[in-house]
């Protein structure tokens, strides 16, 4: 699985300490997060068939949404492809947006990323992410309409990318939704790369390519929810 920062390199803002170790801070939050999921899961299920959902205001928002990937612990919402929450299950575009909850749900899942080691070693900030993750207010649920990649022709010239996405803003503990948001991303026309020697150029431009595609995605995502929410996004 992708993350915006792997789980196993957070790992490295735990603070060494004698006693708990991780495997057992995860055993001990592994309930609460089971029922964190099944609400997740409920919440998905307002979703409506895939390619039907219409940007629309649904309901106040109290406090307003705020999310910014610089400085998490101001953040009350997190985002989510749909298929994070299915064990198993792989999306079929992931806009790889930081948070707590991604990260503890990954630690608490069947395909824990953590190393052994990592597992293994005692810390207190562990516990930190799991009670942060926990106190999220929202999530944005979002799933893949369609998906076309960047395709390069060659060293310079690429055909560009396109993501249509649906997504929803729900209140996590009453499975509210708040707003829901169709956007249709383009990768840019345009873009400079540079790769290693001995890199494939072409694999190059279409990963510098395919970010171009993220970035127009995260931008209409966040005015959109700034539109229907009143939502404080800052995505990058």
């Known amino acids: 699985m992708r993350f915006p920062r792997s789980a196993a390199v957070a790992l490295a803002l735990v603070v060494a300490a004698c006693g708990v170790s991780n495997r057992d801070v995860?055993?001990?939050?592994?309930?609460?997060?089971?029922?964190?999921r099944v609400k997740l899961?409920?919440?998905?299920?307002n979703l409506p068939t895939l390619g039907t959902l219409q940007?629309?205001?649904?309901?106040?928002?109290?406090?307003?949404?705020?999310?910014?990937?610089?400085?998490?612990?101001?953040?009350?919402t997190a985002f989510l492809p749909v298929e994070r929450i299915h064990e198993g299950s792989e999306p079929g575009y992931d806009l790889i947006v930081s948070s707590h909850l991604g990260y503890t749900l990954a630690w608490t899942g069947p395909?824990?990323?953590?190393?052994?080691?990592?597992?293994?070693?005692?810390?207190?900030?562990?516990?930190?992410?799991?009670?942060?993750?926990?106190?999220?207010?929202?999530?944005?649920?979002?799933?893949?309409?369609?998906?076309?990649?960047?395709?390069a022709a060659d060293e310079t010239t690429f055909d560009g990318g396109?993501?249509?996405?649906?997504?929803?803003?729900?209140?996590?503990?009453?499975g509210a939704t708040?707003?829901?948001?169709?956007?249709?991303a383009t990768s840019?026309?345009?873009?400079?790369?540079?790769?290693?020697?001995?890199?494939?150029?072409?694999?190059?431009?279409?990963?510098?390519?395919?970010?171009?595609?993220?970035?127009?995605a995260l931008a209409k995502l966040s005015a959109c929810f700034k539109e229907t929410a009143k939502a404080e996004f800052k995505l990058d």
Do not use: W
């Open 55 to 76: 940007t629309a205001a649904v309901a106040p928002a109290d406090p307003l949404p705020v999310y910014d990937g610089h400085n998490l612990p101001a953040a009350n």
């Open 162 to 174: 396109t993501l249509d996405l649906e997504a929803g803003l729900y209140r996590i503990d009453t």
């Open 26 to 36: 995860i055993a001990t939050y592994k309930p609460k997060m089971d029922e964190l």
């Open 188 to 216: 840019a026309e345009k873009v400079s790369y540079s790769h290693k020697e001995g890199d494939d150029p072409r694999a190059a431009l279409e990963s510098f390519a395919d970010s171009t595609l993220r970035d127009d």
């Open 111 to 151: 395909n824990n990323p953590m190393a052994e080691s990592a597992l293994d070693a005692t810390g207190t900030d562990l516990s930190t992410q799991f009670d942060a993750a926990l106190a999220t207010t929202y999530v944005v649920l979002y799933r893949t309409v369609s998906y076309q990649k960047p395709v």
């Open 41 to 45: 899961v409920a919440a998905a299920h």
């Open 178 to 184: 708040i707003a829901t948001c169709r956007i249709q």
